[in-house]
């Protein structure tokens, strides 16, 4: 955690506005309301609390205003303490106002503890100040300390926002935890289109890359219109003199919550890589000025991502830019990359569903490598160290990587406690050429990571393929068909003690329905209704934290078994018919319960609802169509059974 501290010289006065967290429309459009500090009622757990500052006048043209001026906000309830970076926010309003200069300053706080917390916010400036450890001059601020009182949440721990759930959090095993429920996470969701950020209603966002991509016509900038009509009445919008407005992006949003995901996987960065029209400068060719507006609209959609339950899995870089020298990079880790890391945690780090992610493909290497060198596994140890030391909430870090490099650069990393764990990318023709499927991939970096003493949360992001991807739902062009991708990808990723699976669209010349062009997510819509009856299933009925790989312990061979053993077995049948389970180590007697992947519904009794411990036992015969895929859950018998 980073305790030094930042702001700026001859402050005038300190505004203090809260984030009281219940839905609504506020001024800066980001659907919670934000109070003075005058009733302690407004503040409750897990909710935002925001600290705006009047102090100097700053622009965010101006490479000073974010380097030569340090913010930071101590807040302390007992013995908790959290060390805050803050940020330039032009005039308070800037997502409305589209102001690019001003005398606001924010901090953004999500409290962990009710009761009563105190801050201390403490200001300095000097050359560089934001990113060193150097101290710079500070500067008195009128109401830089007070208190505040945190109750308990209005949100239901059963609702999709996160507010009821609390901060999600790696917890030194296979899966990441809410710190409020309890609850741990298994992850299903969308992975593209990964330029979701390049979306016409940003300000000053525009298609750098021009022409690279025909297929995609003139206006390259995603609209995601099909999705208008999702938008809601009280949803947060924001909107410019040209009609440009936050609506569709929003009601995207609305659709893949209600269609039951959970994450969506997206770049803050892609020029020179792919899409070329998402970064958070104030222009692609600048590296020490933030486009504070667009930030703060981004800050909106990340917001109600955050109250409609979707995780929000931040790329940082990709493979094309992720070491750049005119970038990013000068040098082993430069002041561009640690400038662009604050500002990203500092903005957006108090969300509570976040995982941030050193970059997609980062350590590719390539005899044609245009863009500078790969990334050391050196650096990708020095850069997690920073964005861990950096981020107060200690987010869970990962890193995504090409499958045919994956041992060359994920084996240095493992042990390396800053990083939570890894983010695959996998195709059948890799796993054809190792011999293996996904399921057996996922295990094996499961197991490697056990052995190095630092256990992982191992995601598979970009399953599939880079041509194809998940094919829409209607689809004629070829790829894995969809059936084949919940069997082998969803389910033998979740069997396998994977952390859970992001959907990529692939790339077939950026056709309509591809990663960087698609526009309507109900195009996949029932590989979306497969995933949420999965992760539905595991949440409601599987003991999966407590539960590891063992596919020995069934006789066939083309199963899954996820056991913990004498508590708890799950197999999955991903070709239908039966099997033997060994269960000579357990005693007692076992329920059987069979579940339809294909279907959901509720558990149902096979051809023999128990049987007992101490032997091989047969499972017995699905309740109906037995020769498709089911998952058969067994667990000791209750007593009134």
Not at 121 to 134: F, K, Q, Y
Not at 164 to 179: C, D, I, P, S, T
Not at 273 to 301: M, Y
Not at 317 to 334: A, H, V, Y
Request: with cysteine; charged share 20%; net charge negative.
């Amino acid at each position: 955690m980073n305790d030094r501290i930042f702001l700026a010289p001859f402050l005038l006065m300190a505004i203090l506005l809260f984030g009281c967290g219940d839905s609504g429309t506020s001024s800066d459009g980001s659907g919670l309301e934000r109070h003075t500090a005058t009733d302690d009622s407004d503040h409750a757990i897990w909710h935002t609390v925001t600290l705006t500052f009047a102090g100097p006048q700053g622009s965010e043209n101006d490479p000073a205003t974010f380097l030569d001026y340090r913010l930071t906000v101590t807040f302390a309830n007992g013995n908790q303490v959290f060390v805050v970076p803050g940020y330039f926010a032009a005039d308070g309003d800037a997502a409305n106002s589209h102001a690019t200069s001003g005398n606001q300053w924010r901090v953004n706080f999500t409290p962990n503890a009710t009761g009563r917390w105190t801050y201390q916010a403490v200001l300095e400036t000097g050359p560089r100040v934001s990113i060193n450890d150097a101290p710079g001059t500070r500067v008195a601020l009128d109401h830089a300390a007070g208190s505040f009182t945190v109750g308990p949440s209005r949100i239901s721990p059963d609702a999709r926002d996160f507010r009821g759930k609390g901060r999600l959090a790696y917890v030194g095993g296979r899966y990441l935890r809410f710190e409020g429920t309890g609850n741990y996470f298994l992850k299903g969701g969308a992975g593209s289109p990964e330029n979701l950020l390049g979306y016409y209603g940003f300000d000053g966002t525009f298609d750098a890359g021009g022409a690279r991509y025909p297929s995609l016509g003139e206006d390259q900038l995603h609209h995601f219109e099909p999705h208008a009509s999702d938008f809601r009445a009280g949803d947060p919008n924001w909107t410019d003199d040209e009609g440009h407005e936050g609506r569709n992006i929003i009601g995207l949003i609305n659709y893949l919550s209600g269609a039951g995901l959970n994450s969506q996987y997206f770049l803050t960065m892609n020029y020179e890589g792919d899409g070329w029209e998402v970064w958070p400068w104030t222009h692609f060719e600048e590296r020490e000025t933030f486009d504070v507006s667009r930030l703060a609209q981004w800050e909106i959609l990340f917001s109600h991502m955050q109250t409609q339950g979707i995780l929000l899995h931040v790329l940082l870089t990709e493979t094309e830019n992720e070491s750049m020298f005119e970038i990013l990079d000068g040098g082993p880790f430069s002041d561009t990359r640690k400038l662009y890391y604050r500002e990203m945690v500092a903005r957006f780090g108090h969300h509570l569903a976040l995982i941030w992610n050193l970059g997609e493909e980062n350590g590719h290497e390539d005899d044609e490598r245009q863009f500078g060198a790969a990334t050391s596994a050196e650096q990708m140890k020095a850069f997690s160290s920073y964005l861990a030391a950096t981020d107060p909430y200690d987010h869970p870090i990962v890193v995504h990587h090409y499958p045919f490099e994956q041992d060359r650069v994920f084996e240095p990393l493992i042990g390396h406690e800053p990083l939570a764990g890894v983010s695959l990318q996998l195709d059948d023709v890799y796993l054809d050429e190792q011999g293996w499927d996904y399921n057996e991939e996922i295990q094996r970096w499961v197991a490697a990571a056990d052995a190095g003493g630092h256990p992982w949360v191992v995601n598979l992001d970009e399953p599939l393929g880079w041509e194809f991807g998940l094919v829409a739902d209607d689809s004629v062009d070829g790829g894995v068909s969809q059936e084949d991708a919940r069997k082998d990808v969803l389910w033998g990723t979740y069997m396998a003690g994977g952390a859970g699976v992001e959907w990529y669209f692939g790339w077939r010349d950026n056709s309509p329905t591809s990663d960087l062009g698609v526009e309507d997510m109900r195009l996949r819509a029932a590989m979306w209704a497969k995933t949420r009856i999965a992760t539905a299933f595991f949440e409601a009925h599987v003991p999966f934290q407590a539960m590891s790989a063992n596919n020995s312990l069934t006789k066939t061979t083309d199963d899954y078994v996820l056991a913990a053993p004498g508590t708890a077995y799950l197999i999955y049948l991903k070709n239908g018919g039966t099997t033997d389970l060994d269960l000579s180590a357990a005693n007692g007697e076992y329920a059987v319960r069979w579940f339809d992947p294909r279907s959901g519904g509720e558990l149902q009794t096979g051809s023999r609802p128990t049987i007992a411990g101490g032997l091989v036992q047969s499972l017995g015969h699905a309740p109906s169509n037995p020769a498709k895929d089911w998952a058969v859950l067994v667990m000791p018998k209750k007593i009134d059974e």
